[in-house]
């Protein structure tokens, strides 16, 4: 049964505008949008055995996510492609994280901060990266292959590779 719904779930995110490898598990009330942003369609890909657990929001918004292979994104992870978004192969994205690509404009005294564009900044994570639960990732970051962040930490600059990162802000405390 659950390979079957699994089926249907890839189904209705291929009619979605998601292009998907072979996925091991997509859970319920997952949510994929591509969207237009400048007349560009986002576009959603994912590599072979990727795992969707329930909940998840993958909202490209005309800009790019993609997902590599064997990736696991945990309950209730939101990703916003805005600017674009790469996850590599065999990383795990605990439940409510939170991947950003864009910020937006802080505007002069007297103009209304819902009518200023957003900042796209691309945001990489490299591969073998584990993100803790709760972790925001801010766009415009790169985090480095083998990365480890912990619990509820905010990433909002550069990790290098093998880091083990924590806190708010996110600042490395050792190495793999």
Known sequence: MRRFLTMLRCLRMRIDGATL???????????????????????????????????????????????????????????????????GDDCLVSMHCRILSSDHTVPAPGQRIRSTPDIVKPTRIGHDVWLGA?????????????????????????LPPQSIAVGIPARVIGTR
């Open 21 to 87: 490898a072979s996925p091991r598990f997509i859970g319920a009330g997952v949510d994929v949008r591509q969207d237009v942003r400048n007349s560009q369609l986002g576009r959603i890909t994912a590599g072979v055995d990727l795992q969707l657990e329930a909940g998840v929001v993958l909202h490209a918004y005309g800009g790019t996510i993609t997902l590599g292979r064997n990736v696991f994104i945990g309950p209730y992870t939101v990703i916003y492609g805005h600017g674009g978004v790469e996850i």
């Open 134 to 158: 709760g972790v925001t990732v801010l766009g415009g970051v790169t985090i480095g292959d083998g990365c480890v962040v912990g619990a509820g930490a905010v990433v909002k600059s550069d």
